[in-house]
């Protein structure tokens, strides 16, 4: 099993492009996550899944958009990226019991 | 809004030494996870905790999750190099479904 993988693991995009980051997971969760990490802030929710279809916003969602067309696919998309976007990016899934979560090796994504 | 408090933010100690690191909150969780992240990788799941007063252990590792499932706190014995990275606490239940609460986190540097 892969666990959960992230494509590319790293970008550099110029103010105003856009971008697709890829998670896929093989492990049939049923919870799906993007989280950004920046120093000092540690995890920060960006959106999240809780089954194919259904999407939802995290704590900093703004300038970010995300779609699970497919249970063990989740997407994040940045459509005009800005450089307060400059981050490392992970992806997670997880179950329904506790929320327990696997992580991604994550993307690290410069916007200047 | 539930906050989850890590202290110390950041331990530097010598081979060899004991440290705790502490995780607490205002809220009731239904459970707390442990995870540790290296540099340049994902967050890693070390335990889940989920009976108030639990105490469960992994190797040099144990993790204690208090009575009234507010805090939690993760005791290293005789720190090895191989322990430095980042350890997160994480915990579920209360108002957030679907969804963890993470701590800022507690860098460790374990010198040789």
């Known amino acids: 099993n892969a666990g959960v993988t992230q494509t590319p693991k790293f970008r550099v995009l110029k103010t105003g492009q856009s971008m697709t980051l890829l998670c896929a997971q093989d492990?049939?969760?049923?919870?799906m996550y993007w989280y950004r990490q920046d120093p000092g802030m540690g995890l920060r929710l960006i959106h999240y899944s809780v089954g194919e279809g259904t999407t939802a916003k995290g704590e900093v969602p703004d300038g970010y958009n995300v779609s699970r067309l497919k249970k063990q696919n989740f997407l994040l998309g940045l459509e005009s990226a800005a450089p307060s976007q400059t981050s490392v990016y992970f992806c997670a899934s997880g179950g329904t019991v506790n929320y327990e979560q696997y992580f991604g090796p994550g993307t690290r994504l410069t916007v200047t | 809004t539930q906050l989850l408090e890590q202290s110390p933010q950041f331990l530097s100690i010598q081979e060899g030494e004991n440290l705790t690191v502490y995780c607490n909150s205002s809220?009731?969780?239904?459970?707390l996870q442990w995870y540790r992240q290296e540099p340049g990788e994902g967050p890693v799941l070390l335990v889940t905790v989920v009976t108030g007063g639990e105490v469960k252990k992994l190797k040099r590792l144990t993790f204690q999750f208090g009575d009234a499932r507010k805090d939690s706190s993760l005791h290293i014995t005789a720190a090895q190099p191989g322990d430095t990275g980042l350890y997160l606490c994480a915990g579920s239940g209360g108002t957030s479904y679907g969804k963890l609460t993470f701590g800022q986190g507690t860098i460790l540097t374990v010198h040789p």
């Open positions: 809220s009731v969780f239904s459970s």
């Open positions: 492990m049939n969760h049923e919870y």
